[in-house]
């Protein structure tokens, strides 16, 4: 008898609270990856999700409120209607668009604007370079910076704004001995791991 396995967590219920709802928009998208198989159409990605509009304990909530409101005004006999484009004035409603009206309403944008004031202001301190790199980086992410991308367009932005924010005895080394700082975002990375290796060398040699 085999056993099935489970690819992706069950997805949870959204209920509209937006501080949520960046956490559920992730789940969502890596539950669609998984079962890429079963959910392959642009309708049954935008059931799928519509499905999952609602609180757990079957209470209304506002989440609910806007699915009743979608379904009265998109869904017809089961079918959605033509999303209007601009241009041509027809094409058909897609996953896409119900993400990205999803998004206008549910993304907490207070949310985004204290990542960004954390991005640009949050020093690393006592923290570790490790540490201090993980939470820029989470933060740069959120914000959509994609610091770890192949090809970043913010590599320029980033490392200028990782350098003010680190403790000086380390972006102090960065220009040690005329030595060109690195132009792309992950080199800069690695070249900080390096400086900050060899300033706890030395920390230890001059401690034994």
């Not at 979608?70 to 959605?80: A, E, H, P, Q, S």
């Not at 206008?104 to 004031?117: G, I, P, T, W, Y």
């Not at 790199?133 to 704004?161: K, R, W």
């Not at 700082?181 to 900050?196: D, G, H």
Request: hydrophobic share 40%; glycine share 4%; proline share 2%.
């Amino acid at each position: 008898m085999s056993t099935k396995v489970a690819l992706a967590r069950t997805l949870t219920c959204f209920n509209g609270t937006k501080s949520q709802w960046d956490n559920f928009r992730d789940q969502l998208l890596m539950y669609l990856g998984v079962y890429n198989d079963k959910l392959n159409t642009n309708k049954r990605q935008v059931f799928f999700t519509i499905s999952h509009l609602w609180s757990e304990d079957n209470k209304l909530c506002v989440a609910v409120d806007w699915a009743h409101n979608w379904i009265k005004g998109v869904l017809v006999n089961g079918v959605t209607l033509p999303k209007d484009d601009p241009v041509t004035h027809t094409g058909a409603y897609t996953f896409d668009h119900l993400l990205a009206e999803l998004d206008a309403v549910f993304k907490d944008q207070n949310l985004a604007q204290s990542v960004h004031v954390c991005l640009m202001s949050t020093r690393q301190g006592a923290k570790s370079l490790q540490e201090f790199l993980q939470q820029f980086e989470l933060d740069a992410e959120l914000m959509g910076y994609t610091p770890n991308a192949v090809n970043t367009l913010y590599d320029q932005f980033l490392i200028e704004l990782l350098e003010d924010l680190l403790n000086h005895k380390i972006s102090s080394q960065v220009h040690t001995g005329g030595v060109q700082v690195p132009n792309t975002y992950k080199v800069f990375k690695e070249c900080l791991v390096v400086i900050n290796s060899n300033l706890g060398r030395e920390k230890l040699q001059k401690n034994c």
